[in-house]
């Protein structure tokens, strides 16, 4: 899939690894994922540190994205939830570890997570 990057010259410049828009073009197929935890695979356990948390999303993130033929290379959208705005940068960092120089559209909130435990969830969109 060749998607379209859409980065005016009339809005600032992308900071932080991601592009204003990207065009996904007709006919592909699109994968929708649900945000996800830092549960690991028993639905039971999660770690306490952000970095923990961050590396089982960025796994189950990839383990659906390989159920579906996808890597991370096919994702065109990201939306992560903070529970914390001082886990930023470690979450700057996390997704430019995982997505190396891949571009993808990506908005950050922070806000209260359901679990008092859980530092961030990530939701994704993938084409191909």
């Given at each position: ?30 994968l ?76 950050v ?14 939701e ?5």
């Amino acid at each position: 899939m060749v998607s379209v990057v859409h980065n005016p010259s009339s809005v600032f410049p992308p900071y932080r690894g991601y592009v204003h828009a990207l065009e996904v073009p007709a006919g592909s197929r699109l994968l929708f994922i649900s945000g996800l935890n830092g549960f690991e695979q028993d639905g039971v356990t999660m770690p306490d540190s952000f970095e923990s948390q961050a590396e089982i999303i960025w796994a189950h993130i990839r383990s659906i994205l390989a159920s579906a033929g996808m890597t991370v290379t096919n994702l065109v959208s990201l939306r992560t939830y903070l529970a914390d705005p001082k886990h930023d940068e470690a979450n700057a960092q996390m997704r430019a570890k995982q997505l190396g120089t891949h571009r993808v559209s990506s908005t950050v909130v922070c806000c209260q997570l359901l679990e008092s435990k859980w530092k961030l969830e990530i939701e994704a969109v993938a084409a191909a």
